[in-house]
């Protein structure tokens, strides 16, 4: 199985949080693509 999202090593802290920012919203624009996903968020 494959994974969506490609994980880089950032380097420093400033691109490390703007990583993880970026690599929240990838996640969460994945996960909200299963109709499941939504139901649950709207609930």
């Given at each position: 199985m494959g994974y969506p999202?490609?994980?880089e090593a950032p380097e420093g802290?400033?691109?490390y949080y703007d990583?993880?920012?970026e690599m929240n919203?990838?996640?969460t624009a994945y996960l909200e693509s299963f109709?499941?996903?939504r139901s649950v968020r709207s609930s």
């Amino acid at each position: 199985m494959g994974y969506p999202i490609s994980f880089e090593a950032p380097e420093g802290t400033v691109e490390y949080y703007d990583k993880v920012g970026e690599m929240n919203q990838r996640a969460t624009a994945y996960l909200e693509s299963f109709k499941w996903c939504r139901s649950v968020r709207s609930s």
